[in-house]
């Protein structure tokens, strides 16, 4: 398809005229044509898609954590990785970014997708399907998580503000 397969599809559609951040609708068309697919998510937000904590933590230091069904207190000091429950398929030219729901981010918990950047931002000029692997912290609270709660929102968004105006006419081709 070219380019930015996954753009080119929603500019044809005419779901995308030069936004950045996928909408509601957009990101349902996108995971209905295989775009994007992620076997494992929540709801689909205005402007995201809410993911779920598995059942387990990962220290810095590689080693696993289980995360009990009563909770796991995240104190102010802790430092944990997480993967994601499934793997993400994200076709050329869409990015991806992990970002905290502000529920959580009101007690003082944070979620990142920084771990996984290469494959959710930096490597958009192809396909790519992982399983991002996520930052978790506090800032300077006590947090008590369960498996299974949606900590996290994957937002999709395009490049278009980047591209140069040969790239913008060669997507209307």
């Known amino acids: 398809m070219g380019y930015f397969k996954g753009v080119n599809f929603l500019l044809r559609s005419g779901f995308l005229r030069c936004m950045t951040i996928l909408a509601h609708e957009h990101i349902k068309a996108v995971l209905e044509h295989g775009l994007v697919r992620l076997e494992n998510h929540g709801v689909i937000g205005p402007f995201s898609v809410d993911v779920c904590l598995g059942d387990e933590l990962i220290r810095p230091d590689g080693e696993k954590v289980r995360i009990p069904e009563d909770g ?56 790519r399907y992982f399983r991002p692997v996520c930052s978790l912290r506090t800032f300077g609270t006590y947090v008590r998580i369960r498996p299974g709660e949606t900590i996290g929102q994957l937002v999709l968004r395009t490049d278009l503000e980047r591209s140069s105006t040969n790239d913008l006419k060669a997507l209307l081709e």
Do not use: C, H, K, M
């Open 72 to 127: 796991l207190v995240i104190a102010p000091r802790d430092s944990y990785f997480w993967e994601f429950p499934s793997d993400l398929f994200l076709s050329e030219g869409l990015l991806a970014e992990v970002r905290t729901r502000s529920s959580y981010a009101r007690l003082g918990l944070e979620t990142s997708g920084d771990a996984s950047n290469d494959d959710l931002q930096l490597r958009q000029l192809e396909d």
